[in-house]
């Protein structure tokens, strides 16, 4: 009997440790807490900070968008180009974001432009390679050019860098829900894990 009681005590500790290694993600380990919460957003914002050349936000993209969809109500993923101002080519590309998504394009095009700056090795970061690609996809040029090179894009290109700052963004892709709870890739362990953290996240803030 004293045998089986030791048995069925180890197999209870065994069963909590799985059930640890298994549990939900923790608070320090695959999100953080930001040092400073983002006032005057609505607690279950989801933000995501990219970069069209970055392979993980391209893994994360399309995942993203189902997770979001599935939501009720669905949830809008505000998209934050990232930009450190030292580096031309994220300026390049978040020029390239705004004007899609001054164009009401920026969700349809996402993964045509990472398939072209990706896997094809595209370079979009100047106008004519832009126009150009914007012709193989059948869009208004006249149209993306006018966009390209509005104040509206310019200013918005300008204020990127402050907004990645202000959600205190030191990699990509970033998510930051409800401006306090951030995960990443490299946080979670790989795209997929990202997205089971931010559910986590979202259904916790939702809750509370």
Request: aromatic share 8%.
């Amino acid at each position: 009997m004293k045998r089986l009681s030791r048995l069925l005590a180890l197999s209870t500790v065994f069963t909590c440790l799985l059930g640890a290694a298994s549990g939900e993600p923790k608070e320090g380990v695959q999100y953080i807490r930001l040092a400073h919460q983002v006032t005057g957003v609505d607690a279950r914002q989801v933000v995501e900070v990219f970069w069209y050349d970055c392979p993980h936000s391209y893994q994360i993209e399309r995942p993203l968008n189902e997770w979001a969809a599935r939501q009720k109500p669905p949830v809008k993923v505000l998209r934050i180009p990232a930009v450190w101002t030292d580096k031309p080519v994220m300026v390049a590309y978040a020029r390239l974001y705004y004007t899609l998504d001054r164009l009401g394009l920026a969700h349809r095009e996402a993964i045509p432009v990472f398939h072209a700056v990706r896997d094809q090795r595209q370079n979009l970061t100047t106008e004519p390679n832009v126009l150009k690609w914007a012709a193989t996809q059948r869009l208004d040029v006249k149209a993306v050019r006018t966009a390209y090179e509005s104040k509206k894009v310019a200013d918005a290109v300008q204020a990127a860098p402050a907004l990645r700052e202000r959600y205190q963004v030191t990699e990509t892709p970033t998510l930051v829900v409800g401006g306090r709870l951030r995960t990443s890739p490299f946080q979670a362990g790989s795209a997929t894990q990202t997205i089971s953290v931010l559910d986590h996240i979202y259904r916790t803030t939702k809750a509370s």
